[in-house]
């Protein structure tokens, strides 16, 4: 019976930290970056005042903190604000859809794992909340709820912009998740393993999937077989993370909320706190995207070169205390990924509607089809022979120049005009 | 009206993948971010910047020095060398004021007075802060040459009687003018 007490509390102090104290603050550190780097691209400076008020105590100066105190402050205004709910919604869904937004991003945290394991008097625990075997799967279960949320608060507004950003998102969502599946089939038939937590360490090990240039601490060029990989392991990154930023509503896929068609798309008719959970809802979705693609593609927290078992050693007396610079590793890396984020937020002009499924579903579905194939072609080599190799390869050309050709045809061009 | 017909150009394969535009832009917007982190945005040396982007911060940095003569900030009443106050109260400027924000009191100049002869002189002359648009029509029809736009820019205060400029603090803001034309100077 201890026992059992003793893990609880281990369950819900890492429930606690790692949701409350590392991903849920990375939600308005990742609003501050937003307006920060935003301003930086577009050579303005951006919200650098709000601090701490040291003036209003008595003091000569304030306390200004570069604005990080900023996104509190947003949130207390929205917190402040009148919560009104217009007398045309269905009341049950349009309170229910906002949490439907937030809640799914939330619980993914749960699998992604934040560093290597730390020990204290020979008690390894990992930093992770849920080490189930089924991590990128629970995942895309769990994310793909987000678009119930979207779409109820679009239907349930009850008003014809929201709608249309609900209908919008429904289509782009279920588009998106089918080339996102199927992007990450070959990292998967690469690691074996749908562990995210193995899958980290074997890249830690390995080198990661896009950098394999060290293998068990020492830094040298991969073998064959591996550097082969890295040309569809590139393809399902791009493939990737083109779909997570289609899956977030971020900018270039940002149609569902798109101010110049749809006023403000499916959060029209919410205000208030409601809206900042559509709002968190999204931030969260980005921060575990981002940490998705970190953890399949770049190492998670494996900081590389071969350094990880090095640092995962350190330790004072029976504390080992490497996992926690994991973490630190993880975390640049996943703010390094918001501010790509952002860059292509300010970079790349939306897409119209027609030019978004096209995209989805003419050239990311079939290009993930494709390498899943030429994944598996260069996973089997080893243990097949050369014809058998050199047919699938041409047997593999010979698909992607098919489809390729049925894409051409399919597209119908605009007839030239007489002159 | 003649019906041009315009053929759309034909993209080349590199246009096609879209990549290389992508990158492309990625340097213009990764650069613009490094120019503005290091100051060095492009006007930030003509505009003052802080140091970040091309932007001044306002309370600390102020344009002041860069204002030009023809600036128009609040307007304010000025004596002249002889520390006459220039208005005569004829109450042109109330009359063109477009949003009416000038009000004058005239009154009289008693007649021991050395400048008895000018007559009149406002009693109380007030502009009200809140409404005035800063458009310079008072300083245009003013036969006197005693109400000027001064560069004043920064108007505030805490309840609406701190907006309503009477006659002592207009007079603190115009201050003392030289070179006017002296029309009721004996010596002229």
């Keep these: ?419 | 009206m003649a019906v041009v017909k315009l053929q759309r150009p034909q993209l080349k394969l590199g246009e096609k993948i879209y990549f290389g535009a992508l990158v492309k832009g990625f340097i213009l917007t990764l650069g613009h971010a490094i120019r503005s982190l290091r100051g060095k945005s492009v006007g930030a040396k003509d505009l003052e910047s802080s140091g970040l982007g091309v932007t001044m911060q306002f309370p600390e940095q102020r344009w002041d020095s860069h204002l030009p003569d023809y600036y128009r900030g609040a307007p304010a009443l000025v004596t002249d060398e002889q520390g006459r106050e220039r208005c005569v109260s004829c109450q042109l400027c109330e009359f063109i004021c477009p949003p009416k924000a000038i009000r004058i009191t005239p009154g009289e100049i008693p007649s021991d007075d050395p400048w008895a002869k000018v007559e009149k002189r406002p009693k109380e002359f007030e502009i009200d802060m809140i409404r005035c648009i800063y458009c310079g029509m008072c300083e245009e029809v003013c036969p006197e040459q005693a109400i000027y736009l001064r560069k004043d820019y920064l108007i505030t205060g805490l309840k609406r009687a701190d907006m309503l400029h009477d006659k002592k603090k207009l007079y603190e803001i115009g201050g003392v003018r030289t070179g006017l034309v002296n029309k009721w100077n004996e010596l002229k």
């Design chain 1, 1 to 419: 019976m201890p026992e059992l007490i003793f893990q609880l509390a281990i369950i819900l102090t890492k429930i606690v930290t790692l949701t409350f104290i590392v991903v849920l603050p990375l939600v308005p550190l990742s609003v501050y970056f937003e307006r920060r780097f935003s301003a930086i691209i577009q050579d303005r400076v951006g919200p650098n005042r709000v601090g701490i008020p040291l003036s209003l105590l008595g003091f000569k100066k304030d306390f200004h903190m570069f604005g990080l105190v900023q996104p509190m402050a947003d949130g207390l205004k929205l917190f402040l604000k009148e919560d009104f709910t217009p007398a045309h919604v269905r009341k049950a869904f349009y309170w229910l859809a906002p949490a439907l937004t937030v809640v799914p991003a939330l619980i993914t945290v749960c699998v992604v794992p934040f560093g290597s394991p730390i020990s204290i008097f020979g008690h390894a625990e990992k930093l992770v909340i849920a080490d189930i075997d089924a991590g990128p799967l629970f995942v895309f279960a769990v994310s793909s709820l987000t678009v119930y949320g979207i779409t109820l608060a679009g239907w349930s507004s009850n008003s014809k912009f929201p709608f249309i950003g609900g209908v919008r998102s429904t289509a782009q969502m279920i588009s998106y998740e089918i080339s996102l599946g199927l992007s990450i089939i070959p990292v998967l038939l690469y690691f074996g393993d749908l562990n995210l937590s193995k899958i980290v360490q074997h890249q830690a090990d390995n080198g990661w999937l896009l950098l394999p240039f060290w293998k068990d601490g020492k830094i040298g060029l991969p073998d064959l077989q591996t550097a082969m990989f890295w040309i569809p392991a590139f393809i399902a990154f791009l493939i990737f993370t083109v779909s997570i930023f289609a899956e977030t509503n971020r900018m270039p896929f940002d149609l569902p909320e798109c101010e110049t068609e749809l006023v403000g798309g499916y959060h029209t008719e919410y205000s208030s706190m409601k809206f900042a959970l559509f709002f968190m809802g999204e931030y969260a979705a980005m921060v575990i995207g981002s940490a998705l693609i970190i953890t399949l593609f770049l190492g998670g927290w494996s900081v590389g070169f071969g350094l990880d078992q090095y640092i995962s050693q350190l330790h004072i007396g029976s504390f080992h205390f490497g996992g926690l610079i994991h973490m630190g590793c993880f975390l640049t890396k996943l703010l390094a990924f918001i501010l790509f984020f952002i860059l292509v937020r300010w970079t790349v002009p939306r897409f119209r509607y027609d030019q978004l499924m096209k995209l989805g579903w003419v050239i990311f579905f079939e290009a993930a089809l494709i390498n899943v194939f030429l994944a598996a072609l260069i996973i089997a080599a080893p243990s097949l022979s050369t014809p058998i190799i050199a047919a699938g390869a041409i047997l593999l050309a010979v698909v992607t120049g098919a489809i390729i050709w049925v894409a051409k045809v399919s597209e119908d061009q605009p007839k030239p005009l007489r002159a």
